[in-house]
Each structure stands twice: as structure tokens, then as C-alpha cells.
């Protein structure tokens, strides 16, 4: 943008460095070397001492949030910054057009000089400057996606070979991503065993200290079993040796996507005899565990929060108890309503996302070919979003898994009840109750204790999967 005829008092200076840079080591890109050049920018052009923004190891191009970039829009916004320079060309600060688009109308209504290091400054007051300025984004995104494209057919190659493509230490390989790790390797196999024994991926992972979602991607991982799968296309064995079996990756995938079903044995985890695993939670979002309790000699189970305050504990016995007479009562209500009108509400929801995305993607082809004004664009992608938030805030929640007699059982109150006693004939297992309970039940909410005592029903809150 061309110098407006107030020089800028409070400029801020825009420094980036996408994480492959650093590890490739482009010098004149270095953060040090753009704030140098951004500061030398200012001072020929007579601006005050500029407040520096900083995104060390952040991609522009990958749309993830860029913390100290999300502070300097913060900052133009509410006044605190009217000026702005980059240590290296444009792109440092935008690499999208879609981000580009999103920031013409703020800079064009606050007259904001935007000058780079190596670049011409741009005047987002004008059409041609709006114009170059997009222009100069989409060559940017257009680079970015060819270096893409390039890495992705090169990634291809190698796995059509069964090689290691490269990249970050997959868990339970050493660097070459070929070598079992020695540690690593044997932590997978003695989980997978212990989650094929019935015992929960949580508890394995506070054991060992593995974040629990690299312990199950790593766990039903193709490379675990030796497979070579890139992008989704499976090219057959890889070059490594595998750490699990097919056969046991199976039993672990199994137990993991329906863990009522994992077997249990006597002396191993007795988180499957808990039925409401899983489906406690506090009023404030935190996950209700099954926990022995020896504080009164004789051990009983109870359901508590592991972490922040104050602690919520309830005893297992009474909770389960209230929460399947609950189920009863309300089933012998809504048994006439229960054929399922989900399938159609999702595809009704769906159906209105995918029209919505067609419309942003028409509205995005439209601003490319010049078709729509920027200032038209803006205010018709705005409705566009809003009714995209709304139409996904609609969507059901997922249902759970649920054997098919059992989903007939759930027809007849009477029996189900029966069947729930442990002393009958046919009793249901603690796994196939906690099966019925899901298919009904969202989540269950407990608030904290308001008094000592005994067990209190005005705690307990349930969030009904349907009406």
C-alpha cells in the first residue's frame, strides 16, 4: 500500500518460519535475518520502533492457527497496531487466498500500509492493488501445492517400493523408519495382549506415560503389521518386519471399536464389570472413571473424576441401579417411538452440508475468475458459513454399535428388566448391558455432592439419545 499521509506510529513487523524451513536451513530466512531487514524497511521509511510478531515454525499454507498472527490482527483490529512490515516478501504474512479474501475488507477500511522486505507495497485501498493482492496469494498457494503434489508423487513412489517415504519417527521404529525400536516394539506387543485381555487403553497409557492417541494410532497402524498404505491405497508388504500379526491387529481393532465385546478374564483389568463406563461425565466436562475404593475396609467400586477440582465421586452400586431403572421407565414410555428417524435426520443434515460446500466452492470459483466482486464475495461466503455452522451444530451424534437381538430386546421393557437380573437363567452379561445402554443413552451427568451422605438421585442427570 502506498504511505498513507499519517506515518505509522505504532507498526507491527511480521516474522515466520514453516517448521521444513528451519529444518532445511534457509538462511535468508532465518527469523533474526527478517526482523533486521523489517526493522531497516521501517526505519528508511521514517516509521516507529515496531512491536514484532513472531511465527517460529508455523505454515501459512496449511491453514493451522498461527498464534502470534492471530495477536497482530488482534491488535490492527482494536487500534493498537496501524501499520504493517514484513521481514521477507508478502507470503510470509498470507499464503492463502481464502486468508487473503478474509482480510481485504479490514485493511481497506483501515487505510493500513502492509510493506515487505522484498516486495512492492500493496494498496488494499484500490481494486488493482485488492487484486494483486490475491494474485500474489494465489501464485503462493499455487507454489505450495506443486511442492505438495511433487512430495506426494515421491511419497507415492517409495511406497509402491515398500519403503520408508520419510518424515516423522513413526512409533515403535528407530529414524530409518525400517529398525524396530527396542523399547517401543515390545511396549506395542504387551499392550496389544493386554487390550485383547479386556484391559483399557487409558490405563495402559498412564502406566507407560504414552499419550493414549499415539498408543492407538500406532496400535491399528498398517506399518505395525507390516503393511506398506499410503494416502489409503494399500501396496502391499512393506520392507520392515511387522511388530503385530494381522490376526492380533485384528483382535486389537475389535476390542478397541467394541470394547463390550472384549473378552474378559478373571485377574486382568475390571473396567468391563463397570456397565457405565464411559457414558459419566461431569457438568463441566470431565470423564467419571471406575475406581476401587479401601477407605471403609471392605473395597467397593465407585465412579469418580481423575483430574481438576473439585473431585465428583459417586458410588457404583446405587448408580447403576438408578440409571437402568431410569432406562426401564423411560423405554416403556418411548418403546412405540423407537424405530430409528436417524438415518434420515443425518442424510437430510448431510445433504444440506454438501449443497452449502458446492456454494463456497462456486463462490471461490467465481472471485478467481473475476466474476464477483471481493466486497459481494465477503458477504455471501459470511451467510454461506453461517448456515454451514448451523446445519453441522444439527448433527446427530454418532450411535453406537449394538448387536441386532439386542436392539429387539430394547422393544420389550418387561423382558429386558428381567433379563437385567443377574440371577436369571439368561441373564445379560455386564458387556451386552452396557451395550443397550449406549444405544439409548447420550452421556450421564453428575454434579458434585451438595452433602455427605448416601446416595443422592438429584445428582444424577441423563442425556437421552432420542425422544
Given at each position: 500500500m502506498h504511505q498513507t499521509s499519517t506515518t505509522p506510529r505504532k507498526p507491527g513487523l511480521y516474522c515466520r518460519l514453516?517448521?521444513?524451513?528451519?529444518?532445511?536451513?534457509?538462511?535468508?530466512?532465518?527469523?533474526?535475518?527478517?526482523?533486521?531487514?523489517?526493522?531497516?524497511?521501517?526505519?528508511?521509511?521514517?516509521?516507529?520502533e515496531p512491536v514484532v510478531y513472531v511465527d517460529d515454525g508455523h505454515s501459512a499454507w496449511s491453514g493451522a492457527r498461527r498464534p502470534d498472527f492471530d495477536r497482530l490482527i488482534a491488535?490492527?483490529?482494536?487500534?493498537?497496531?496501524?501499520?504493517?512490515?514484513?521481514?521477507?516478501?508478502?507470503?510470509?504474512?498470507?499464503?492463502?487466498?481464502?486468508?487473503?479474501?478474509?482480510?481485504?475488507?479490514?485493511?481497506?477500511?483501515?487505510?493500513?500500509?502492509?510493506?515487505?522486505?522484498?516486495?512492492a507495497p500493496l494498496d488494499c485501498r484500490t481494486a488493482a492493488g485488492r487484486k494483486q493482492a490475491i494474485d500474489m496469494a494465489n501464485a503462493a498457494e499455487f507454489e505450495s501445492s506443486r511442492k505438495s503434489e511433487r512430495t506426494q508423487d515421491a511419497k507415492a513412489q517409495r511406497a509402491e517400493m515398500g519403503t520408508f517415504s520419510g518424515g516423522q519417527r513413526p512409533f515403535g521404529f528407530m529414524d530409518d523408519g525400517f529398525t524396530h525400536h527396542p523399547t517401543e516394539a515390545a511396549l506395542l506387543q504387551r499392550a496389544a495382549a493386554?487390550?485383547?485381555?479386556?484391559?483399557?487403553?487409558?490405563?495402559?497409557?498412564?502406566?507407560?506415560?504414552?499419550?493414549?492417541?499415539?498408543?492407538?494410532?500406532?496400535?491399528?497402524?498398517?506399518?505395525?503389521?507390516?503393511?506398506?498404505?499410503?494416502?489409503?491405497?494399500?501396496?502391499?508388504?512393506?520392507?520392515?518386519?511387522?511388530?503385530?500379526?494381522?490376526?492380533?491387529?485384528q483382535q486389537v481393532r475389535v476390542a478397541l471399536a467394541h470394547p463390550a465385546r472384549?473378552?474378559?478374564?478373571?485377574?486382568?483389568?475390571?473396567?468391563?464389570?463397570?456397565?457405565?463406563?464411559?457414558?459419566?461425565?461431569?457438568?463441566d466436562g470431565r470423564k467419571l472413571w471406575s475406581r476401587p475404593d479401601h477407605r471403609h475396609g471392605t473395597p467397593q467400586r465407585r465412579y469418580k473424576t481423575m483430574e481438576g477440582k473439585p473431585g465428583i465421586s459417586v458410588t457404583a452400586v446405587p448408580l447403576e441401579r438408578f440409571v437402568s431403572e431410569s432406562l426401564f421407565a423411560w423405554l416403556e414410555r418411548h418403546v412405540e417411538a423407537l424405530p430409528d428417524t436417524r438415518a434420515a435426520e443425518v442424510a437430510e443434515v448431510e445433504a444440506e452440508i454438501a449443497l452449502l460446500r458446492a456454494k463456497l466452492a462456486k463462490l471461490k470459483a467465481l472471485l478467481r475468475s473475476e466474476s464477483i466482486d471481493l466486497d459481494d464475495y465477503v458477504a455471501e461466503k459470511a451467510k454461506v458459513d453461517a448456515?454451514?455452522?448451523?446445519?453441522?451444530?444439527?448433527?446427530?451424534?454418532?450411535?453406537?454399535?449394538?448387536?441386532?437381538?439386542?436392539?429387539d430386546l430394547s422393544r420389550n421393557p418387561a423382558e429386558l428388566r428381567r433379563r437385567w437380573d443377574?440371577?436369571?437363567?439368561?441373564?445379560?452379561?455386564?458387556v451386552e448391558q452396557r451395550q443397550i445402554l449406549r444405544q439409548h443413552i447420550h452421556r450421564v451427568l453428575i454434579t458434585p455432592a451438595a452433602t455427605l451422605g448416601g446416595f443422592d438421585t438429584q445428582r444424577v442427570s441423563i442425556d437421552w439419545r432420542t425422544a
Open positions: 514453516s517448521k521444513k524451513e528451519k529444518t532445511r536451513g534457509h538462511e535468508h530466512l532465518t527469523i533474526d535475518r527478517q526482523e533486521s531487514n523489517g526493522r531497516q524497511l521501517g526505519d528508511r521509511l521514517g516509521w516507529g491488535d490492527v483490529e482494536s487500534g493498537a497496531i496501524d501499520g504493517i512490515l514484513v521481514g521477507a516478501g508478502h507470503d510470509r504474512l498470507v499464503r492463502l487466498v481464502e486468508e487473503t479474501v478474509r482480510l481485504m475488507p479490514l485493511f481497506r477500511r483501515l487505510e493500513l500500509p502492509v510493506f515487505a522486505a522484498w516486495e493386554e487390550v485383547i485381555d479386556g484391559r483399557s487403553l487409558n490405563s495402559i497409557a498412564v502406566e507407560t506415560g504414552i499419550n493414549r492417541r499415539t498408543l492407538h494410532r500406532a496400535l491399528l497402524s498398517p506399518r505395525v503389521r507390516g503393511r506398506r498404505v499410503h494416502r489409503g491405497e494399500d501396496f502391499g508388504p512393506a520392507a520392515w518386519e511387522p511388530i503385530l500379526t494381522e490376526a492380533t491387529q472384549a473378552p474378559f478374564r478373571s485377574g486382568t483389568s475390571n473396567k468391563l464389570a463397570n456397565p457405565l463406563l464411559g457414558l459419566l461425565w461431569s457438568t448456515g454451514l455452522r448451523a446445519a453441522e451444530a444439527r448433527m446427530p451424534p454418532p450411535e453406537p454399535i449394538v448387536e441386532a437381538d439386542l436392539v443377574p440371577s436369571a437363567d439368561d441373564a445379560l452379561t455386564v
